[in-house]
């Protein structure tokens, strides 16, 4: 069976602050609703997770971007800040704590 590219992800870790973020998560709009997105996302995490090892992941979307922010909550992404770009676009930047971090004495 042949196989389709429905969409692609990228993910890295921030050399300035040391987050591991998840920098784009496309999927072509002929694939989109049908749970790819979803499937994508919880791949992801668990690839993160396993070859990372962080503390948290972050991922940004727009704010008028509902979709995308009602996916990340179930996912249990938290709403942590909002910051507008060089373009004037309203970013909601969201993450997902793995582990809790004792604070230091």
């Not at 921030?14 to 072509?28: F, M, N, Q, R, T």
């Not at 690839?47 to 990372?52: A, D, N, P, Q, V």
């Not at 972050?58 to 704010?63: K, L, M, P, S």
Request: with cysteine; net charge negative; hydrophobic share 40%.
């Amino acid at each position: 069976a042949a196989e389709e590219l429905v969409g692609f992800a990228v993910h890295g870790q921030d050399p300035e602050d040391g987050l591991h973020w998840i920098v784009a998560l496309l999927i072509d709009q002929h694939h989109q609703r049908r749970g790819y997105g979803r499937a994508a996302m919880r791949t992801l995490i668990d690839l993160i997770k396993r070859e990372c090892a962080p503390t948290s992941i972050v991922i940004g979307h727009r704010a008028e971007n509902d979709v995308a922010g009602n996916l990340y909550e179930q996912l249990s992404f938290r709403r942590v800040r909002e910051r507008r770009g060089s373009d004037g676009v309203i970013e909601v930047v969201r993450q997902l704590v793995l582990t809790e971090v004792m604070p230091t004495p």
